[in-house]
């Protein structure tokens, strides 16, 4: 799925305070989490075929 494009990011990491993460893993984290909402939003209102176009991409 589209999560699996993404490099995978320690979430209990980015929850320890004494370790912040870097800029480039946070944005990689927002990236997955936008593409998967809009795969989600897609998918409920039908449109599977945004859906398929968005996993090729």
Same mark, same amino acid.
């Given at each position: 799925m589209l999560c &699996?494009?993404?490099a995978?990011? &320690?979430l209990n990491r980015l929850a320890e305070p004494e370790s912040s993460p870097t800029f480039e893993e946070m944005q990689r984290v927002d990236e997955a989490r936008c593409f998967h909402a809009l795969a989600e939003y897609a998918r409920h209102a039908g449109q599977l075929d945004?859906?398929?176009e968005i996993a090729r991409t």
């Amino acid at each position: 799925m589209l999560c &699996d494009q993404f490099a995978i990011v &320690d979430l209990n990491r980015l929850a320890e305070p004494e370790s912040s993460p870097t800029f480039e893993e946070m944005q990689r984290v927002d990236e997955a989490r936008c593409f998967h909402a809009l795969a989600e939003y897609a998918r409920h209102a039908g449109q599977l075929d945004v859906v398929a176009e968005i996993a090729r991409t």
